[in-house]
């Protein structure tokens, strides 16, 4: 009888263990990119280098906790929008918008970046794999009116060459690179 509970037990650990995983899963593939925050001197310089003033519109896809945004809105006076599809990362958003007092600038959205309406930015920035910055890119150059700036962290977007890249150290020495590009008015597939 012991023997059975056991097995029983244990066959209800590995359903469980295995169901988590399917659910993680999931997440991953309807991830952009996994969570991995970008170093507020990077953030300091995607900003500086799309030249965001208090009259951009700036939307960061895949916000996570907000830092571009609420940056964007504390030091420039821009209004901003965060993107993300993780609750969580809304959550926090949010919290550290309210702590940096800057709530009336900036609104998140919890949502997939791939069917965001984007066309009222000014600046997009971007810290997503090279694939999801691809799958991007057509969609980004329909909705983007001719003048809005693109900055990437790290990955660029397929064969369509930035307009200017640069490479800074962020606070732990690592090197990281930055791309910016101008939307024109055409579409890129």
Not at 19 to 36: C, D, E, G, K, R
Not at 136 to 164: C, E, N, Y
Not at 167 to 185: K, N, P, Q, V, Y
Request: include cysteine.
């Amino acid at each position: 009888m012991a023997n059975r509970r056991l097995n029983l037990v244990s066959c209800i650990c590995c359903a469980l263990v295995l169901f988590s995983s399917v659910i993680s899963l999931t997440a991953l593939q309807n991830s952009l990119a996994p969570y991995v925050p970008t170093p507020q001197p990077v953030v300091d310089k995607m900003l500086a280098l799309a030249k965001v003033t208090a009259d951009d519109v700036v939307y960061d896809l895949g916000c996570g906790d907000g830092r571009i945004v609420i940056t964007a809105a504390k030091k420039y006076g821009a209004r901003a929008v965060g993107v993300d599809f993780d609750p969580q990362r809304i959550k926090e958003s949010k919290a550290n918008a309210k702590a940096a007092g800057v709530e009336n600038l900036v609104t998140f959205i919890q949502a997939d970046a791939m069917k965001v309406d984007v066309s009222e930015a000014t600046v997009v920035t971007l810290y997503l794999l090279s694939s999801s910055n691809a799958a991007l890119r057509p969609i980004l150059t329909k909705q983007l009116k001719p003048g809005a700036r693109i900055v990437s962290h790290s990955f660029k977007m397929g064969d369509w060459q930035p307009d200017k890249s640069e490479i800074i150290a962020d606070e732990s020495g690592f090197t990281r690179s930055i791309h910016l590009w101008t939307a024109d008015g055409k579409i890129r597939p």
